[in-house]
């Protein structure tokens, strides 16, 4: 089965690349400083996405309709584990109000890039659902 929006080959590789880095340079100690438990925190993640078993599941489908509630999905450009497509996929599928915010110059980490743009957004957003 071909890879779909939300499993890019790109993302899967991102994905890969940072496993090896878990086990083979301190990322391991760095995630330490801020996940309990860093181990236990990053093969949950990685071992998902790198399932190969995972690439026959399809967000688009099975849940993003359900969303009726309000969004906001932020991103950066330069994410390494995902792309605009699914901010773009998130849109179209959700029943509900849905603003996308897609960084330029920044990646994975929105709100520690940029973030007096993520806080803004936030903020604005946050304050449009109390009116």
């Known amino acids: 089965m071909a890879p779909h ?3 890019e080959p790109k993302c899967l590789e991102s994905i890969k690349e940072a496993k090896h880095r878990f086990e083979t340079t301190d990322l391991s100690s760095r995630l330490g400083r801020r996940h309990r438990d860093a181990r236990k925190t990053f093969y949950g993640w990685a071992d998902v996405w790198l399932d190969p078993r995972f ?3 399809d967000i688009r489908a099975d849940y993003l309709p359900g969303v ?6 932020i ?5 390494a584990y995902g792309t605009m497509a699914q901010l773009d996929e998130i849109r179209d599928r959700v029943r509900a109000f849905c603003r996308l915010v ?3 110059n920044c990646g994975h980490h929105p709100f520690r890039e ?8 936030s903020s604005a957003f946050i304050a449009e659902l109390l009116q």
């Open 5 to 7: 929006v939300f499993i």
């Open 55 to 57: 690439t026959e599941w």
């Open 68 to 73: 009726r509630c309000r969004v906001l999905a």
């Open 75 to 79: 991103q950066g450009y330069d994410d």
């Open 102 to 104: 897609k960084l330029h």
């Open 114 to 121: 940029r973030p007096g743009r993520v806080l803004r957004e």
